[in-house]
């Protein structure tokens, strides 16, 4: 008989888990979250304070209906939905369906990658819900239906009907049709490079990029001044005046956030955002590696840090 229920996100870390920390421990997943708004109502109180009314997700009753029956005689919940926002506020309302039994004790459990080392020890220093994450989380959600909600038909109204606006999308759109008008504004003005193609006594040859003139710095503005310069470079002789000779610092690539990451599969391997999110969390949640089983590659890939 299990002691304790963990529920986690998604299933495939669910079965990771329960290898590692064995039979006393029951694992289920959740299934990402269980409470949201109202989907046909604007579900934010504007005059008090901006308050929510959260409510089970349609589809997620049975979800909710199990994890209360299988908890029914277990004293010890441990909620370890991923380590942001967004689990901060899983745990939250899992808290809130889950604690009708007086007796039972609800812990918070962190880990930022799914290892045997990473989960043991996390399981060993349990912690509370952070209520500053799940208020930024709270906050957050409520701006995406405020802006949803009072910007989308405006957009109806004036460009097109169907279009939505977006929190994060609406603000990134109106910095592109800025710097888009800087653009358009801009006054383009003349100038021309020089640079020799060398060859010296021992290859390979090499370019030279041309920053002064007599001893001072120039700028050629027009083509009959650079017609006028190029003629008499090619009547003169080059010679090295100096040779300097610096040590450079290198430092390691740091470990990558979500953008960079993103940003790196769509350079290199051209993936989009999704299905390099969807790769991640595979390795994250854990490969199948034979005799080893199931194992995390990777830590938690949601990260500003």
């Known amino acids: 008989m299990p002691k304790a229920m963990v529920i986690v996100e998604s299933p495939?870390?669910?079965?990771?888990?329960?290898?590692?920390?064995g039979k006393d421990y029951r694992v289920r997943a959740c299934a990402g979250h269980i409470k949201d708004l109202p989907r046909n109502t604007l579900g934010v109180d504007i005059k008090?304070?901006?308050?929510?009314?959260?409510?089970?997700?349609?589809g997620k009753e049975k979800i909710v209906r199990d994890l209360k029956k299988e908890s029914k005689k277990l004293t010890d919940i441990y909620l370890a939905a991923d380590p942001d926002r967004e689990g901060e506020a899983i745990c939250q309302h899992l808290?809130?369906?889950?604690?009708?039994?007086?007796?039972?004790?609800?812990?918070?459990?962190?880990?930022n990658e799914i290892t045997k080392t990473a989960i043991l020890d996390a399981f060993k220093n349990p912690s509370e819900i952070n209520k500053s994450k799940v208020e930024a989380q709270q906050a957050r959600r409520i701006l995406d239906r405020l802006v949803g909600y009072k910007v989308s038909p405006l957009l109806w109204k004036k460009v097109r009907k169907g279009l939505s606006a977006g929190r994060v999308?609406?603000?990134?759109?109106?910095m592109i049709v800025e710097r888009e008008r800087e653009v358009k504004a801009f006054k383009p003005v003349e100038y021309w490079n020089f640079t020799a193609h060398l060859g010296?006594?021992?290859?390979?040859?090499?370019?030279a990029k041309a920053f002064k003139h007599k001893g001072k710095k120039f700028k050629i503005s027009n083509q009959q001044d650079a017609d006028r310069l190029s003629e008499a470079l090619k009547?003169?002789?080059f010679l090295v005046s100096g040779i300097k000779q610096k040590e450079k610092k290198r430092n390691p690539v740091p470990p990558f956030i979500t953008s960079k990451l993103q940003q790196e599969a769509s350079r290199k391997l051209?993936?989009?955002?999704?299905?390099?999110?969807?790769?991640?969390?595979?390795?994250?949640?854990?490969?199948?590696?034979?005799?080893?089983?199931?194992?995390?590659?990777?830590?938690?890939?949601?990260?500003?840090?």
């Open 12 to 21: 495939a870390k669910a079965r990771t888990i329960e290898k590692y920390l």
């Open 48 to 58: 008090h304070d901006f308050s929510p009314s959260y409510e089970i997700i349609t």
């Open 95 to 111: 808290a809130e369906e889950l604690s009708s039994n007086k007796n039972r004790r609800i812990y918070r459990v962190l880990f």
């Open 169 to 174: 999308q609406t603000i990134a759109l109106r």
């Open 200 to 207: 010296a006594q021992n290859p390979p040859p090499f370019k």
């Open 235 to 237: 009547a003169v002789d």
């Open 270 to 305: 051209r993936f989009t955002a999704k299905k390099t999110m969807m790769m991640a969390q595979r390795l994250y949640e854990g490969i199948d590696m034979g005799e080893e089983g199931s194992t995390g590659l990777i830590t938690y890939m949601r990260t500003d840090s």
